[in-house]
């Protein structure tokens, strides 16, 4: 089983409008995040904007994709917590999404990832949710999405 892995972005969202992540702290999220994952799968990029984060890992075959989303969302939750970078509790809305991706499209995901605050100037989080969802032909009730902050 050495060196399998499968490529996996993970979109996952904060819970209210005051636990926005801020420029002031953002970078240093997204690095503890990488880290985070390193510990038990392969970092590929992590980004995001204020209400959401974007991680895409190579992820072994013997952890499953709730596994380490619930380690990467206790574990920063608790981070940003104690470094207080938000007036109450910070919490991530329950849920996520997964998409896989194959060995030729890394590169365009990672650029995606990388370039969210780029990306963000012309769409919201939520239009560009949506439309991960329809291009993935993904079939979903308006009711079990996240609550988006406009």
Known sequence: ?????????????????????????????HRYIAGI?????????????????HIFMGLPPVLSISEMLKLVKANSSKWINTQKFTRGKFQWQE??????????????????IMKQEEHHRMKT??????????NFEVDYNEKYLFEFYE
Request: glycine residues 6%; aromatic residues 14%; without cysteine.
């Open 37 to 53: 994952i390193q510990k038990e799968a392969t970092s590929l990029a992590v980004g995001g904007w204020k209400d959401h984060v």
């Open 125 to 134: 989080f939520k239009e560009e949710y949506l439309d991960m969802l329809k």
């Open 95 to 112: 849920g996520y999404s997964a998409f896989s991706y194959s060995k030729s499209q890394r590169d365009a995901v990672i650029n995606y």
């Open 1 to 29: 089983m050495g060196n399998t892995y499968i490529s996996i972005q993970a979109v996952f969202a904060v819970q209210s409008r005051g636990n926005f992540i801020t420029s002031e702290w953002r970078d240093n999220l």
